[in-house]
């Protein structure tokens, strides 16, 4: 169940870094309404953290934490935000998959 912890608050970072994003797109009440939804996703994701080290070592969950929101937030920022995609941003955010998986694989 900590697993499925640590994997939902990635998710939730990558929410908040959504949340952000469209904030600097928007103005006025719009923009706050994106904030108050960063200030929610933020909340959720590190109570999520939490729980998860319950059974998960401090440094394998924020790793894994920081990794799913760093590939999330990239993947974002490709299809929804028109960030470039190159060969050389693709092979790292490979091995970053390939370690945040290798760490699920070690800590089990």
Do not use: H
Request: glycine share 14%; with cysteine; net charge neutral.
């Amino acid at each position: 169940m900590q697993w499925l912890f640590l994997v939902l608050a990635g998710l939730a970072e990558v929410a908040f870094t959504f949340c952000l994003g469209k904030a600097k797109q928007a103005v006025g009440a719009e923009a706050i309404s994106w904030y108050l939804g960063f200030g929610g996703c933020s909340a959720l994701s590190f109570y999520l953290l939490n729980l998860s080290l319950a059974q998960i070592p401090l440094g394998t969950a924020y790793a894994v934490w920081t990794g799913i929101g760093a590939v999330g937030t990239a993947a974002l920022g490709i299809f929804v935000f028109g960030d470039p995609l190159t060969g050389p941003r693709l092979f790292f955010l490979s091995t970053l998959i390939g370690s945040v998986l290798g760490l699920k694989v070690v800590s089990s």
